[in-house]
């Protein structure tokens, strides 16, 4: 299946525990999520491939992709569909060697520098960010905003799509940047309806 980045959900533990964290990504992938990161910072190896294997379970039949944030060895454990991985998260073409042609291998990027150094053939997107500061990570690059984000888009090799401090009013304005999609956290996650929030951003 093509990748589809239009809505991509990273989770995020915290500001997934009002719903359970399932029962949040179910809900948001109803909504109309094309694409789910599982993102755990603290969560062990073991709780974290428990985790995936649960959500894959329940993305069954949806035709959504689970992806890991970060680890590589918790991906090949889950059967999830690829990995994310950041600046400092380890090497691209190992992480293609162990994922095979056919795993979904994402890494994000905050400059100019870092589009020009990477190998785009080991990779299947990008994303770009942040656009704005964020609570949602800590030690986040500077935000490039929209005009950054378009400098970087229009300068991108590989498919693409925003993160960072993105909420529904900012749709339109990514899409203008020429972003392939919004991957956010809080405007889904931490929503009361995380159904509803998400079929905002469809529309
Ligand atoms: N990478 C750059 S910003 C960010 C990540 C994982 C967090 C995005 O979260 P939110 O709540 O959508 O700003
Ligand atoms: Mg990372």
């Not at 999520?33 to 755990?40: E, G, N, Y």
């Amino acid at each position: 299946m093509p990748l589809d980045l239009s809505l991509y959900l990273v989770t995020d533990a915290g500001l997934c525990a009002h719903h359970g964290l399932e029962e949040t990504v179910v809900a948001a992938v109803r909504g109309g999520v094309t694409l789910v990161q599982l993102r755990d910072k603290h969560a062990s190896d073991a709780e974290m491939i428990d985790q995936a294997r649960r959500l894959k379970a329940a993305l069954e039949g949806t035709g959504v992709p689970l992806i890991i944030n970060d680890r590589l060895e918790v991906a090949l454990a889950a059967g999830a569909d690829g990995l994310h991985i950041g600046q400092d998260d380890g090497d691209v073409a190992r992480a293609r060697a162990a994922l095979g042609p056919n795993g979904i291998l994402g890494l994000s990027v905050q400059t100019h520098e870092q589009l020009a150094r990477l190998d785009p053939s080991a990779l299947d997107y990008l994303g770009l960010g942040p656009v704005f500061a964020t609570l949602s990570k800590h030690d986040h690059a500077e935000p490039l905003g929209f005009d950054g984000l378009a400098a970087l888009v229009a300068a991108s090799p590989l498919p693409n799509v925003a993160i960072g401090g993105l909420k529904v009013e900012h749709a339109e304005a990514v899409y203008q940047a020429g972003a392939g999609g919004l991957a956010v956290i809080s405007a889904i996650c931490g929503m009361p309806d995380p159904e509803a929030a998400a079929r905002r951003f469809v529309r």
